[in-house]
């Protein structure tokens, strides 16, 4: 077998790979052993997944929504003491809601004396860079089609074999080119909770869906709590998704035509 991205022989390659990384909540989006070879998968942990994860945006999301990695621990934040003491947040997944803050000690004696109680965490924060972005949603994007090409006779090759995947592959693998745009949405809050088929309240953590285009372009499409994220996997360039949003009135794919709810909803 050979692997999807450097094409390589990928028959020895021990370890799954995670479409959306497991310190976002993935257990079920995953390619079985040597579609991505063991070398490519440790290469993209490091240099595509993780810079996206510790960036201060994805950071802050998985401290607010208790988001464990896959040792079980959800990354600390600061906070601030009012007036004007950092300090460091913990909390724990597991039992009622919890934060342990590490306080200086002069932060801890002005408390005790009464003179600072309040405790405030930043709501906003950059979002990442659109280069670290860009590089995921390749990664992110070929995965997703080789999953859905998987159980077809013939799928794996396509994907490894078609050149037009070669450029969005290269920016996955390498990083180039620098500039390759993505498009970028809030469709829904952070919080926000749906009812799912069984009426249980439940709140999306990821989802994807491809768009093909009248012009013919095949756009991925991605949302993490409500962020809709778009890219192009034909070329650097969003126009398309641009204009087939103004034709659809703003709607998103993941929420239209074959993804659209049942009416009455
Ligand atoms: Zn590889």
Redesign the pocket.
Known sequence: MR?I??K?D?SDSQSVEHIIPESLWNTEQILPRRV??D??NNYFARNVEKPLLDSPALTHLRFHEAVPNKRGRIPEIDGLILPGHVVRMRRHVEGPFVASVALPPQAFDEILSGKSSTLVLPAETEPPAAQIVSRFLAKVAIEALAQRLLNFPGGLDYVIDEVCFDPIRKLARVGQPKAWPHHSRRIYDINHRWNDERGDNVQVVHEYDFLYTELGELYFVLALYGLELAINIGGPDVDGYRAWLAKSDGASPLYSGKNAPPSGE
């Open positions: 692997c991205f450097c390589a990928s991505v070879c070398k490519c």
